[in-house]
């Protein structure tokens, strides 16, 4: 197998054990079946890019953390928690949704404004 396969699968092991959780929570919250999210941590499967995204909104971390190892929960220069959250969410979305996921933040900021001139 690969050696993107492997890294990811050592990657997606590592942050679900870094938040034990198990396989089955993991694959649960990520639609997938636990034999098809171990075999991706096994690299014996090379997941789809949508697959890719719901894993990464599972574990509520954006996309590039499943492929680089400088991205940890405990770690103090891990990303905003928050930004890290709405872009793994974002991640899982098609660009219909997320262009209406800016349209929503756009009417929010816009009515949080009026409120602070009020």
Request: hydrophobic share 40%; glycine share 6%.
């Given at each position: 197998m690969?050696?993107?396969a492997?890294?990811?699968g050592q990657r997606l092991r590592a942050l679900r054990r870094e938040r034990g959780i198990s396989q089955e929570e993991l694959s649960f919250k990520a639609?997938?079946?636990?034999?098809?999210?171990?075999?991706?941590?096994?690299?014996?499967k090379k997941p789809t890019v949508e697959t890719i995204g719901k894993l990464a909104a599972a574990l509520e971390v954006p996309v590039t953390a499943l492929f680089s190892?400088?991205?940890s929960c405990d770690s103090p220069s891990a990303?905003?928690?928050t930004l890290a959250k709405i872009?793994?969410?974002l991640a899982s979305m098609n660009e219909e949704e997320q262009k209406d996921?800016?349209?929503i933040i756009r009417i929010f900021r816009g009515f949080r404004s009026k409120e602070d001139h009020e």
């Amino acid at each position: 197998m690969s050696d993107i396969a492997i890294q990811l699968g050592q990657r997606l092991r590592a942050l679900r054990r870094e938040r034990g959780i198990s396989q089955e929570e993991l694959s649960f919250k990520a639609g997938i079946s636990a034999a098809h999210l171990g075999q991706i941590e096994r690299a014996v499967k090379k997941p789809t890019v949508e697959t890719i995204g719901k894993l990464a909104a599972a574990l509520e971390v954006p996309v590039t953390a499943l492929f680089s190892s400088e991205y940890s929960c405990d770690s103090p220069s891990a990303p905003n928690t928050t930004l890290a959250k709405i872009n793994a969410q974002l991640a899982s979305m098609n660009e219909e949704e997320q262009k209406d996921v800016l349209r929503i933040i756009r009417i929010f900021r816009g009515f949080r404004s009026k409120e602070d001139h009020e």
